[in-house]
């Protein structure tokens, strides 16, 4: 591991001057990526800014004007653990609890995940479906992006320089809403996703699904039409609206699976991921939510 200096500022502004003074210099939330990286000489950062004691950046969960706001240092362990996540993003849950392991999960940030800008992002297809909204903040001020638009490509994100992710907001359902999360993987464990997605359907009818793994960046696919959401629709009719919305995605061949497989796959997963967000939209139903 090569050699760096380590700052444990506990304001924003300092965060900003540091990074004024040392542009070079990497921000370490949970460090279960960045570090390892650091090990393997793939990063060689001359300096480690510290986010986890900056008070703007505190870890906790919050109500504000009709969203769910998840602070930047919030562990994934914590926000499964949060009863009105469980309760509204269940496919948020779903796709948190397959990132690594406990230890790493305990460590973890939503935040991180989402910044290294993988395609096969596990945290990325559920927030995609259900419209999250990145807070990014910079030394001239704050600013909110879509999910959708914050991802470029791999490893790029739409943050500018000094810009940091302070927090991931989710508007709140107002209306029965029904989620789910699959995934794919080469082995059970801490693999990464060959293929994962996440589907969301609204009281409108209206199906949202993301990708992951298929394409240079986590990919939003929205069906308006109504069929993926009704129940009554015919297989040949929900495989065509499918067949449509996959037309997004441009998966690759590589040590993880070929580009046929991960297509056939994703059609696989979607129709489970359907099947069971329609049944937890009934239930949200009955149960007046």
């Given amino acids: 591991m090569s050699s760096f200096a380590y700052a444990r500022p506990e304001r924003l502004a300092d965060v900003f001057g540091l990074w ?16 390892v990286a650091i090990r393997k000489g793939r990063a060689r950062p001359p300096l480690v800014i510290d986010l986890k004691h900056v008070q703007e950046l505190a870890p906790g969960i919050s109500e504000r004007e009709g969203f ?26 779903e796709a948190a609890l397959v990132v690594g392991s406990i230890q790493i999960r305990n460590r973890a940030t939503l935040t991180g995940n989402l910044c290294n800008a993988s395609p096969a992002a596990d945290t990325a297809p559920p927030l995609l479906v259900h419209d999250a909204v990145v807070e990014v903040t910079g030394p001239s001020g704050a600013r909110r992006l879509t999910l959708d638009a914050f991802f470029v490509r791999p490893g790029r994100t739409a943050l500018e320089r000094s810009e940091l992710v302070s927090a991931i907001e989710l508007p709140i359902p107002e209306r029965p809403s ?11 464990g801490v693999d990464l996703a060959t293929v994962n997605l996440a589907c969301a ?16 960046r986590p990919l939003l696919a929205v069906d308006d039409s109504g069929v993926l959401a ?13 067949d449509r919305l996959a037309a997004v995605t441009s998966p ?9 497989y991960r297509e056939a796959m994703l059609i696989v997963l979607a129709r489970r991921a359907l099947a069971t967000a329609r049944r937890r939209l009934e239930e949200a139903r009955h149960a007046g939510r």
């Fill in 68 to 93: 769910l706001r998840i602070g930047a240092s919030t562990v994934l362990s914590d926000m499964v653990a949060d009863a009105r996540v469980r309760a509204a993003f269940p496919a948020l849950v």
């Fill in 178 to 188: 029904g989620g789910a999360f699959e995934r794919m993987t080469r082995r059970r």
């Fill in 252 to 260: 690759i061949s590589n040590v993880r699976a070929s580009r046929e």
């Fill in 201 to 216: 359907i609204g009281a409108d009818g209206v199906t949202r699904l993301g990708f992951g793994a298929v394409g240079p």
């Fill in 20 to 35: 004024r003074d040392e542009p070079a210099a990497r921000l370490l939330s949970g460090g279960t990526d960045l570090l």
């Fill in 230 to 242: 009704d129940p009554g629709a015919s297989a040949e009719e929900q495989d065509a609206v499918l």
